[in-house]
């Protein structure tokens, strides 16, 4: 059974920096594109940031320049590196990724920035 466990979501003032972490574990042959989203109250869950096998990333506009995708293959794990945080990415963050051509997702990871 692959499990995506994430880590590292709390409480930041807005300006200050936190790093989400992804691991995936289990049975697995192969790791295809990992991404993060986020889904904030009475929104819909959106990309934030995702990263193929081949190490090419994409972000949404919102926080290109702040925030940095990356990944670890040896570990299984993708990272989040969020810097200049602002309120408005106050959301849970989730992660999503391609194990063995299925999709898995994470239980989620609630980030707050207060103002």
């Known amino acids: 059974q692959v499990q995506l466990v994430e880590s590292g979501g709390g409480l930041v003032q807005a300006g200050g920096s936190l790093r989400l972490s992804c691991a995936a574990s289990?049975?697995?042959?192969?790791?295809?594109?990992m991404g993060w989203y986020r889904q904030a109250p009475g929104k819909q869950r959106d990309l934030v940031a995702a990263i193929s096998s081949g190490g090419s990333t994409n972000y949404a506009d919102s926080v290109k320049g702040r925030f940095t995708i990356s990944r670890d293959n040896a570990k299984n794990t993708v990272y989040l590196q969020m810097n200049s945080l602002r309120p408005e990415d106050t959301a849970v963050y989730y992660c999503k990724g391609v194990v063995d051509n299925r999709v898995y997702w994470g239980q989620g990871t609630q980030v707050t920035v207060s103002s």
């Open positions: 289990g049975s697995i042959s192969s790791i295809g594109t």
